[in-house]
Antibody
Framework: EVQLVESGGDLVQPGGSLRLSCAAS????????MHWVRQAPGKGLVWVSR????????GYADSVKGRFTISRDNAKNTLYLQMNSLRDDDTAVYYC?????????????WGQGTLVTVSS | QSALTQPPSASGSPGQSVTISCTGT?????????VSWFQQHPGKAPKFLIY???KRPSGVPDRFSGSRSGNTASLTVSGLQAEDEADYYC??????????FGGGTKLTVL
């Protein structure tokens, strides 16, 4: 059974940093592109970032470029999102998703999400 | 990176069909057919409904179908059921290493 479990969400002050993790199981993690998607309270889904199966190729939304870094450890079956210079509008539930088709955004499995709150 | 445009709401009675549109620019869709649709119930993670414009993952009822004409993709839900009441989102790969989602449509089953 495919499982994605996010962790690391917390309350952090503006300007602070946080690292999210997404532990994967039940499928060959090192064969799949992975994504992060976020959802602010009461708002819609917003794509954040993606990473190729080998970690070499990455992409970011303009709103997080230069502040967030996606990475992965295929030996640990874990996806990461390092978030720096956090702003109030980064407050959201962050989901990781598995891509069915090479970076296309065809996210066939999602985690349950982890809440990041940026507030002073 | 503006969001794809979806109507904020849609509705239909049980048994009826409803179509939700998803409009973007040629840059949003790129030269690809990587349009996906997701269903999200309150407090839950999104569920994968449609990929590559028209394909359904195993387990998704054939009441859900997708299509695309130019820069508008559409999701049709036929034979509406009470459990179809949810938020629906489209997404597209832009071809510039990025993905864009629609703003979401709240579907109400009357």
């Amino acid at each position: 059974e495919v499982q994605l479990v996010e962790s690391g969400g917390d309350l952090v002050q503006p300007g602070g940093s946080l690292r999210l993790s997404c532990a994967a199981s039940g499928f060959p993690f090192s064969s799949h592109w992975m994504h992060w998607v976020r959802q602010a309270p009461g708002k819609g889904l917003v794509w954040v970032s993606r990473i190729r199966y080998d970690g070499i190729d990455t992409g970011y939304a303009d709103s997080v470029k230069g502040r967030f870094t996606i990475s992965r450890d295929n030996a640990k079956n874990t996806l990461y999102l390092q978030m720096n210079s956090l702003r109030d509008d980064d407050t959201a539930v962050y989901y990781c998703g598995r891509d069915l088709i090479a970076g296309s955004g065809s996210l066939d499995y999602w985690g349950q999400g982890t809440l990041v709150t940026v507030s002073s | 990176q503006s969001a794809l445009t979806q109507p904020p709401s849609a509705s239909g009675s049980p048994g009826q069909s409803v179509t939700i549109s998803c409009t973007g620019t040629s840059s949003d869709f790129g030269a690809f057919n990587f349009v996906s649709w997701f269903q999200q119930h309150p407090g839950k993670a999104p569920k994968f409904l449609i990929y590559e414009v028209t394909k359904r993952p195993s387990g998704v009822p054939d009441r859900f179908s997708g299509s695309r004409s130019g820069n508008t993709a559409s999701l049709t839900v036929s034979g509406l059921q009470a459990e179809d009441e949810a938020d629906y989102y489209c997404s597209s790969y832009t071809g510039s290493k990025t993905v864009v989602f629609g703003g979401g449509t709240k579907l109400t089953v009357l």
